[in-house]
């Protein structure tokens, strides 16, 4: 039997690394890796050393994790470990493999602060830099594979063209977006890096309570629940929403750790590689140690990966809401206006979601004391998006079939039926 790589999981215990690891190391079945060592974030602290041998895991660990990530720590292949990716020397030691074992064949970088609301250099210090130095620690010890999974800080242009492919220049979005494209342009100016960029839509799938889709998700059931209308203030046009499964981020995220492996970064530049062009204040790059040069010529391999839904904020809205009942509709022209005059509008909006969903768990039978979840939806989650990604590359080049093509309603039972089983959603019925 041919050997099994060895991967690293960086970050992403609030996003996908739980999904990855459960793909890698499924709790019934064959592993995909000999070993799998996953180094969290200071954000993403898991507070005892010696998790493994600790019961009720999901009580311990500071992030929320759902109730089956434990039985995947339980495995004999998976190492969980706390290291504050800020330091040099916490990243470097990531990669020392444990005694008697090969070394690390494959990285998955899911580092990166998420929340909107952080200041510049929080973004900068906790998603460049750490990122830049995860590449610089891989790139040393000449790691097959280095996958980044981009999040969907972008907005695409708001034309008639449905989708949009990986040649063309988006706009990052907001402080966060211009921080997180930012780092993709640190990484692909380390030559030697196996990397691949894997730009993803808007994700979802069982305990994923990060995300604009989960929080939809949240608040129709409560609309649902008050039997009225859920109502968006932004038009009915156009306005993709592309989303897709977390269980397709692992899958792709391996798909192309496997396709860039054995072909190196020239040969996969070559094959599929794309400018990353510069966004940011041109000042910043005497500013940010290591940010390379505004006219710097930078290309790295470049996938898109969102489902076949061709999702947008109406399609979306009314999978969520016809599955709970109710409808998706629009404010008037009138009064979506004065609320986006409104500086206050996200505390108005949210008095009516959060105090629907508390009467929610303490109705419950049983009532629910303690849950991850929230219908509170901030600024960002609130605000319009219009991603329109184009996932044929990805297919074609790297032959990548995805396993969740289309969110329905099946995709919401799942969710929801996981967080009623592990106790973290209310029952009504």
Known sequence: MPKKPNAIIFGGLNTFSRALAAFLVPVQGDSLVSSTNSPFTPQQRIHFPNLLRIPSLTRLISSYIGAE???????????????????AAAVASSFDPPEGQDPYDYVFDFTGEVRHDRTEIIQINTTCKVARMIGLEAAKRKIKAYVRVQQPFYQTPSSTKATHDESEDLTPVDTLGIWWHETLRMLAAIEDLNLVILRIGFAYGPYTNFGIVASGIMVGSVYGYLKKPMKSMWSPGNNPNNTIHVDDV????????????????????????????????????????????????????????????????????????????????????????????????????NEHHVSGWTEMITKSKPPIPNTPLSAYMDKYALSKHVVALNNRKIKDVVGYK????????????ELVDKWKDEGSWPILD
């Not at 990530?69 to 330091?87: D, S």
């Open 402 to 413: 995805l396993k969740r093509p289309q969110f329905n309603h099946e995709a919401v039972k």
């Open 250 to 349: 692992a899958g792709a995220a391996w798909a192309c750790a496997e396709w860039m492996a054995p072909l190196g970064r020239a040969s996969a530049n070559a094959k599929a590689g794309e400018d990353v062009p510069f966004h940011n204040d041109k000042k910043k790059v005497k500013e940010v140690e290591e940010m390379p040069s505004h006219d710097l010529k930078l290309v790295a391999p470049l996938f898109n990966l969102v489902d076949e839904s061709n999702s947008t904020l109406l399609s979306t809205g009314q999978v969520v809401t016809s599955y709970f009942g109710t409808t998706f509709e629009f404010f008037s022209f009138v009064e979506s206006t004065f609320l986006k005059l409104q500086d206050d509008n996200v505390e108005d909006i």
């Open 69 to 87: 990530f434990p039985k995947i720590l339980a495995r004999p292949e998976v190492e969980y470990k706390q290291a504050n990716l800020t330091v």
